[in-house]
C-alpha cells in the first residue's frame, strides 16, 4: 500500500495550491479517503471526507467554502484544492483511508507573506 | 461533534513497565450499526501516524501483541502491557461513529 501526496509548499495568504495524493495498493475505487492535516508541534485535525464515488463529501467548519476535496477513481487519485489560504493553514496534510488504516508521509503547506 | 479527551498528556515510562492512556468522548460512540469505531494511532518523531487498534480492540497487521485496546460507550483505553524503546511517540485516539471524525489532543510517551 502507498499513498504519495505531492504540491505543498510555501504560498502567501490569500494564494491557492492543490494537493494531489497518489494511491497504490489497495482497491482504492472502494475506499472512502480523508485528508487530516497537522499544524507545526500540533495534534492531528481532520480537513475533509470523500466518498468512493464521490457522492458525498464533508468539510471542516474551518475549511469549507475554501477548499474542494475531488478524486479521480480512474487514476487512483485525489486532490484538494485550496484557496483563499491564511496563516493558519500550515500544516502537513496527510491523505489517510477512511478509518486511518493507510496513511502517506505528508506534504507540507506553509502559509506565509 | 463528539470531543475526545485524552490523558495524560504526557508519559514518563521505564523500560519494560505497562503504560495506560485514557480516551473520554463527549457523546456515545455505539453507532447505529452496532459497531464503535475508535482507533488508536501511533506516531513516532518525524514519522506519519500508524494505526495501531481499530474498532476499539483489534490490533492491525504488524503491531506487537504488548498493545491493547479496550473500552465501550465514552470511555476507551490503549494499554501498552511492557513498554519498550521503540514505543516512545505521541499516541492519538480517534472516533470515527460521528462525522466530523476528531482526534483526541495526543499524549506524549516517553522513557524515564
Known amino acids: 500500500v502507498q499513498l504519495v501526496e505531492s504540491g505543498g509548499g510555501l504560498v502567501k495568504p490569500g494564494g491557492s495550491l492543490r494537493l494531489s495524493c497518489a494511491a497504490s495498493g489497495f482497491p482504492f475505487s472502494t475506499y472512502t479517503m480523508n485528508w487530516v492535516r497537522q499544524a507545526p508541534g500540533k495534534g492531528l485535525e481532520w480537513v475533509s471526507s470523500i466518498s468512493s464515488n464521490s457522492v458525498a463529501i464533508y468539510y471542516a467548519d474551518s475549511v469549507k467554502g475554501r477548499f474542494t476535496f475531488s478524486r479521480d477513481n480512474a487514476q487512483n487519485t485525489l486532490y484538494l484544492q485550496m484557496n483563499s489560504l491564511r496563516a493558519e493553514d500550515t500544516a502537513v496534510y496527510y491523505c489517510?483511508?477512511?478509518?486511518?488504516?493507510?496513511w502517506g508521509q505528508g506534504t507540507l503547506v506553509t502559509v506565509s507573506s | 461533534d463528539a470531543v475526545m479527551t485524552q490523558s495524560p498528556l504526557s508519559l514518563p515510562v521505564t523500560l519494560g513497565q505497562p503504560a495506560s492512556i485514557s480516551c473520554r468522548s463527549s457523546?456515545?460512540?455505539?453507532?447505529?450499526?452496532?459497531?464503535?469505531?475508535v482507533s488508536w494511532f501511533q506516531q513516532r518523531p518525524g514519522q506519519s501516524p500508524r494505526r495501531l487498534i481499530y474498532k476499539v480492540s483489534n490490533r492491525d497487521s504488524g503491531v506487537p501483541d504488548r498493545f491493547s485496546g479496550s473500552g465501550s460507550g465514552t470511555d476507551f483505553t490503549l494499554k501498552i502491557s511492557r513498554v519498550e524503546a521503540e514505543d516512545v511517540g505521541v499516541y492519538y485516539c480517534m472516533q470515527g461513529s460521528q462525522r466530523p471524525l476528531t482526534f483526541g489532543g495526543g499524549t506524549k510517551v516517553e522513557i524515564k
Open positions: 489517510t483511508s477512511a478509518y486511518g488504516g493507510y
Open positions: 457523546q456515545s460512540l455505539v453507532r447505529s450499526d452496532g459497531n464503535t469505531y
